[in-house]
């Protein structure tokens, strides 16, 4: 079993930046992949970013050259640095990580003020 405990949401005017960090707990030795999805209201469920136990990442299209995903092993946590934000990054950010099966976090709102 792995707990995760995301922080680091809120409101933030357009342009601006923010950081959102996502702590494991439990069996956190046995996670491979960690990294963010993210919702907006009447929209899919879309990556935004991922890292795999030795440091690879990739990004989603709609982040990509704005977001950087890091993990600290150590820590068990991932953080996903966010700038240059824009309205339509308002979602909810849910952390995930991946064992043999996939564990979710409680998500967090990104508010983006115009």
């Known amino acids: 079993q792995v707990q995760l405990v995301e922080s680091g949401g809120g409101l933030v005017q357009a342009g601006g930046s923010l950081r959102l960090s996502c702590a494991a707990s439990?069996?956190?030795?046995?996670?491979?992949?960690m990294g963010w999805y993210r919702q907006a209201p009447g929209k899919q469920r879309e990556l935004v970013a991922r890292?795999?136990?030795?440091?690879?990442?990739n990004y989603g299209d709609s982040v990509k050259g704005r977001c950087t995903i890091s993990r600290d092993n150590a820590k068990n946590t991932v953080y996903l640095q966010m700038s240059s934000l824009k309205p339509e990054d308002t979602a909810n950010y849910s952390c995930?990580?991946?064992?043999?099966?996939?564990?979710w976090g409680q998500g967090t709102q990104v508010t983006v003020s115009s």
């Open positions: 439990g069996s956190p030795f046995s996670i491979n992949d």
């Open positions: 995930y990580a991946q064992t043999r099966q996939t564990y």
């Open positions: 890292i795999t136990s030795d440091g690879r990442t």
